[in-house]
């Protein structure tokens, strides 16, 4: 017998008498700009509202005025970058700029699937990442974005703020293998 | 060596073991705060509870459902009955596609398989690239904490093993720089992993989806770099629906870290285009565990940590006093069901007072559990002699009235009479190692009380 047929075999003898599947309630909550810029700042990350006719490109070159290589397909980009990139050439992208789905005002994540990224590793590889995001795109809690991406695709990550770690004597460090910073930029 | 024994050790050190503690309390209060700011806490523990309970009692069917929309995803699912096995399958997939270099993000499954020494045996070079887990694997230690794999070092051991296995200057502590120094370490390693391994958080019945929370990116990094994922999961990390990661996001970070979220919530189901995702199911004792009704509910566990942070035994022992991959009161009830005599003591690392319990995010009954592991292990005959001579006196004392009142009066007597240092030597008396007996009474309330109706 194979070991599926084994452990599948097991299980069946072994499980316990049958349960409900609880329905998941949609508890509610604030699902405004003030909470998702509170928690996003909370955990490291900055919010910056746009201005109804200010270029993207402009807000980009004030806050990175340094960045020589920029990935985008929301605006002029100075590398393109798509699935079969290579590498070396996605390791020198000093900013990513690329659309978030959706917003979570309880913690700050937003939700950035596959097709948003251009190539897979964009979003953690580039040195510093921001996030265009719709302000009406913001919801209140992870019930409510689970329900409203309804389903996560291929692949598809929730980012909240820039990469970090407290391995270290449990303190914070921005930057650990990711994005060294996180900006959302609100439309 | 027995709990005590390592305890013991991790003990000697006050200073080390205060700040150990104090840190991992920290944590404890950082997990209060982010619990607090959710009204609907509790309610989503009980949620959380009954999904797991659910998924449990049809476990197989879930099993079924899970593997064939991953393979429709065109992934491979592979099924391990033990370690071994596991192991067996990592090394057949890297030298199907004939790779000697692997990253891994964290993976207490294969910590629990001892997946790297397997590989590093057989000639793949094995990186772990979360930072903690990184640390201790150049220092060729076990990680000490489920999610704070170095929580037992100071910023001065990191230095030391970053200056000789980094270059990082002699001295350099400050956790800004030295993290700085691995990311730069870590992203070669990144650029040139040919197969990336990551754990599995929860995997999703309904989509084949398997999900990986991590803080550092590193997860992500290592898979969309790599030609090859290769996900290892236990079997009891399945979930039915994409609607129950709602419940189950909201808990863990919370109740690991005291974040609102990991950084990273990343959902894998099919690989990229030119690139294989595989994914192995282990049982290695779970099924088990799922037949032991008692002890059946240790398989909810989300990995959190929570139960170590509060824990004051863990707190003031260390992960590595366990000796097990999984530490702290949750590693106590999931060890015995691997080896009950080699981890016979951990049970009893325990004062059981309850606060794991409280704290568990899938209402997991630890301190229960822990309390009915001792039934067994004493039936068993594991218990060492001086608790099994312990047990049979008191039992003598406490069945005989007389005997009970003599001692009592011997106790009195004694106390009073005797020298400090012989009530309290440690070696009559370890219950006096690090406390002080109280004054003793000038008589037993039982002659108290005969005095009362005296005078009534």
Redesign the interface.
Known sequence: M???E???A?????????????P??D?GGEATVEQFAH?LH??GGQVIRLAADQPLEDAIRQLFPDAGRVASDLMPSTVPVD?QTP??V??AVDVAVLRGELG?A????VWVPEANML???L???AQHLALVLDHENIVA???????A???????????????????????L?I?????RSLVVLLR | MSHPQRAAAFTSDAERTTWHDETLWFVRQKRDKAVYAIPEFQQLRQLASDIKEHTLSRLDEYLEQFEQNARANGVQVHWAADAAEHNRIVLDIMRGVGATSLVKSKSMLTEECHLNPFLIKNGIAVVDTDLGERIVQLREEAPSHLVLPAIHLKKEDVGETFHVHLGTPKGEKDPQNLTEAARQHLREKFLIGQVAITGVNFAVAETGAVVVCTNEGNADLGVNLAQVHIACMGMEKLIPRTADLGVFTRLLARSATGQPVTTYTSHFAKPAEGRAMHIVIVDNGRTRQLGRPDFRNSLKCIRCGACMNTCPVYRRSGGHSYDFTVPGPIGAILSPNIDMRQHSTLPFASTLCGSCTDVCPVKIDIHAQLYKWRQIIAQEGELPASKKLGMKLLSTVLAHPGIYRFGGKIAREGLRLLPHGLTHAAAFNPWAKARELPEPPKQSFRDWYAEQVVKL
């Not at chain 1, 809690?141 to 329900?147: E, K, N, R």
């Open positions: 194979s070991s599926r084994s452990i599948l097991a299980v069946r003898r072994n499980r316990p008498e049958p349960t409900p599947l609880p998941v309630a508890f928690w909370f955990i699935q590498t070396a996605l390791e979570v309880e913690n700050g994540a190539h897979r590793a979003p953690m590889i809690t992870m019930h409510q974005a689970y329900a991406v309804q389903h996560t695709g291929n692949y598809g990550v929730f980012i909240a703020g820039p990469s970090k770690t407290a391995d270290i004597e449990q303190s460090v930057g650990a293998h990711g994005a």
